[in-house]
RNA sequence: GCACGCGUAGCUCAGUUGGAUAGAGCGUUUGACUUCGAAUCAAAAGGUCGCAGGUUCGAGCCCUGCCGCGUGCACCA
């Protein structure tokens, strides 16, 4: 039995009581942690809740503490649960058996989950996150990073919470932003296809094909605006990139077959990228495969007999298909209705959306073809869509079924929310039984560069910006923090600590322990905020490995398992065995609780009941979407530990009973903190 | 103009869906390494929860109105 099942069995009995006391049915009866663990383990405000259904039905006023008394006498006492008190205003606090509950707690402890190995669980209806999504036409930014540390972290949690879950990346490769690239490499450079390929392939590790491309990209933009960064773009230079983004429509000719070079190569580089930290994706979804598979042409089908757009025949938008959008009023200046269609015919990018969700969800009635991209060590393979019917298969790697997911998140900055509103609508209004729920945007606020940040990375501002709480990170200006720039120097102040505090270990030790380090920096970072904050990116708040980080788990979980690397093997099995016996010898109970009694007991057990959580906060952080809540969650357990640990000699102990309740404790959170830092994406080192 | 989001300690942020004395980190001041690792711990100082009303046993959270900031509202993506 855990945690979860033991109030799941309260809140059910509270029921019981309520119908049978007072003849009402309590729909949600919610718990919590009382402030202090001197008021118990356990909180229930359900009274409070009862003395509001009871005035509304009878008019009579009953004071909360009066129904929590009477509650208390018709909880029949769980052997887990030791008493019940009555407490403020009418709370209901429920005591557990500490000794008890620590041989159960013990029985039942999982082996921690490990970093690498959760698991999709196939039994259950699909989950589907689409996330990083970057435009293949440059390096990632750390903005870029925020979403796939965010839609990674959510992917973990869902797996964390039973779910199968498919993770989608989509691939924008016939979009304006790769055409503006090709433009840079067939007007600025005057490259061919070739040429790209001997420069990619002579270009420093250090700077890749994606940082070439992120330089060539900003050279674009002023190339438009003849050099002027203020001016006008040279509407001749701008036909230039309508006449690429046709050519790459189409399909089929040497500046598609250039680009898809250029595309796929910046897809390899910030795939390379995610894999410093963690991050895979069992799809590839390629614009260009929703073009040429006819993807647009059946839902426009759809659409248009479902009666979801309309052909306007006059006005503002004649000769455009549109979507009525009544709860958004237009002004003269913006127009209300959401166009899909073009007059001159072709699709926008919200209409080429509504028909890659419809797919999502298994309701277009056509499906991509696909070939392996990227076999990743441990023979996980990420897939990419192909329009060829027999291309390549893997005979030792079976090709999941994709697609046809119960929910979609699409992990998009907030400023989408409008196209992306438009998205669901327009699915719901096709298939109406899948609802508007089953899209859901998991929006999160963009990541900006604080002034500090900007003067460090030498970008003078304009008076303007100045006056500004942030500055917007732009990929068009080349305005931001490049991720493997960042990973570099996490990685680097890393290693300088690991080689001052461990000189024995070997280069490739460090090295991989840097790593670890680094990436528990950068994403606790980016998740310990929650997705409506703005993070105004800060380099000494990102390079920090004290306070509230992701290092500082880190540490607390090495020190813990630093304990049991010391500990002999005997004094560790005596332990257990001793706990294990705590559940049916009442003399063992007797002296286990005692040590769990008191101030001092008191301390340990709370940190056991901490612990213990983990499962509730991940189903609860799978319910709202919000992964700054397991963050939180994990760097509380890591300081509980991290005062259990200075205020308890666990190895020294002589008190037998008192040792193996030490051990026990430590176990639990130990094995909780690594399994919490796993679904964050955070390894444990061995030592750092 | 309309829609959405935000406003909490000097700074950066949480706040368990309306509950107990509003919490962390950083920074500041002070103390703790002969110990299972000090990337740590302990203590102190720091608050008109933007402002004003309202709803009720109870509001940082819900409603209304203001003020300030941000982001959307393209035949761009």
Redesign the pocket.
């Known amino acids: 039995m855990t945690l979860i099942d033991l109030q799941n069995r309260i809140k059910q009995r509270l029921q019981e009581a309520a119908l049978e006391l007072f003849g009402l049915s309590v729909e949600q009866v ?7 663990p001197e ?2 383990d356990l ?3 359900v ?3 009862l ?2 259904l009871i ?1 509304q039905s009878t008019g009579t ?1 009953v004071a ?1 503490r009066a129904i929590a008394e009477k509650l208390k006498e018709k909880l029949a006492a769980d052997e887990e649960i030791s008493r019940i ?1 009555v ?7 429920i005591f557990f058996d500490r000794a008890q509950l620590l041989s159960v707690f013990a029985a039942v402890l999982p082996l921690a989950i490990d970093h690498a190995t959760i698991e999709s669980v196939s039994s259950r209806p699909k989950q589907m996150v689409e996330h990083t999504s970057i ?1 293949p036409n440059k390096a990632a930014h750390i903005g870029h990073v925020r979403n796939a540390v965010l839609g990674d972290t959510f992917v973990r949690i869902l797996k964390a919470a039973g779910n199968e879950v498919e993770v989608q990346n989509y691939i ?1 490769n ?4 790769v055409a503006d690239v090709v433009v840079g490499f067939k007007h600025i450079e005057r490259m061919t296809l070739d040429e790209i390929k001997n420069l990619d392939g002579s270009l420093p590790e250090d700077r890749p094909f994606d940082y070439y491309c992120w330089d060539l990209y900003t050279k674009v933009g002023l190339f438009y605006r003849d050099d002027d960064p203020n001016g006008q773009p040279n509407p001749e230079k701008l036909k230039l990139r309508t006449d690429i ?1 046709h050519a790459l429509e189409q399909g089929n000719n040497p500046t598609a077959e250039l680009a898809d070079y250029v595309a796929t190569r910046n897809v390899e580089c910030i795939l390379d990228t995610m894999e410093r930290l963690g991050i895979r994706y069992d799809l590839l979804a390629r ?1 260009s495969e929703i073009l040429h598979l006819h993807f647009w042409d059946r839902a426009f089908q759809l659409m248009k007999s479902a009666g979801v757009i309309r052909l ?1 025949t006059e006005g ?5 298909w549109v979507m009525p959008f009544e ?5 003269d ?7 899909i ?4 015919g ?7 959306d509504i028909a890659y969700q419809l797919w999502k969800l298994g309701h277009l009635g056509l499906d991509f073809n696909y070939k392996p991209f990227r076999k990743y060590p441990n023979a996980q393979v990420a897939w990419v869509t192909t329009t060829e019917p027999n291309s390549e298969t893997l005979p030792e790697v079976p090709r999941p079924n994709f697609g046809g997911g119960v929910t979609v998140y699409n992990v998009i ?7 992306q509103e438009i998205v669901a609508r327009g699915v719901a209004g096709l298939v109406p039984e899948l609802g508007q729920d089953a899209s859901v945007h998991l ?1 999160y ?2 990541v ?1 560069l ?1 002034a500090g940040a900007c003067a460090e990375l030498g970008i003078e501002l304009s008076n303007e910006d100045r ?4 500055i ?1 990170m732009s990929g068009r200006k080349g305005l931001g923090v490049k991720a493997d720039d960042l990973i570099d120097r996490l990685e680097a ?2 290693l300088r ?2 080689e ?3 000189p024995e270990l070997t280069a490739e030790e460090k090295a991989s ?2 790593n670890e ?1 680094a990436v528990g ?1 950068l994403r606790y970072f980016l998740l ?9 990116f ?1 380099f ?2 990102a390079l ?6 992701g ?2 788990c ?3 979980a ?2 813990a398992s ?2 049991f ?3 002999d093997r005997e004094s560790h099995v005596v332990a257990e065995k001793l706990i294990q016996r705590a559940a049916g010898d009442a003399e063992i109970r007797k002296q286990v609780a005692q040590a769990l009694d008191g101030e001092a007991g008191t301390e340990i057990w709370s940190l056991v009941m901490l612990a213990e959580r983990f499962d509730e906060v991940v189903a ?1 952080c799978a ?2 979407a ?1 992964p ?2 397991l963050a ?1 969650y994990t ?2 357990l ?2 509980a530990f ?12 002589e008190d037998l009973t008192k040792k193996a309740v ?1 051990i026990t404790a ?1 176990d639990i959170a130990r094995r909780q903190l690594t399994s919490a830092l796993a679904t964050l994406g955070i390894n444990v ?4």
């Open positions: 919610s718990a919590e942690t009382p402030p202090k008021l118990g909180a229930f405000p009274s409070f809740e003395a509001k005035k006023r909360p008190e407490a403020g205003a009418g709370y209901l606090n435009n924008d016939t979009g304006v932003q983004l614009e306007e503002k938008n004649k000769g455009c709860s958004h009023t237009g002004t200046e913006h127009e209300a209705d959401k166009i269609v073009r007059s001159n072709t699709v926008t990018y919200t209409g080429k900055d907030s400023r989408q929310s409008y196209p929006a606020e963009m900006a604080s006056a500004k709480p942030y917007e102040d890393a600590e690991v001052a505090r461990h322990t840097a380090i920096a310990k905020f929650t997705r409506n904050s703005v993070i105004a800060d000494k708040e920090s490995f004290e306070g509230e980080t290092p500082y880190q540490y607390a090495v020190r630093s304990i690397r010391k500990l609860q319910a709202a919000e700054a809540n939180k760097f509380n890591a300081r991290n005062f259990f640990y200075h205020r308890h000699r666990i190895i020294a102990e030490l430590a080192p061995e030592r750092m």
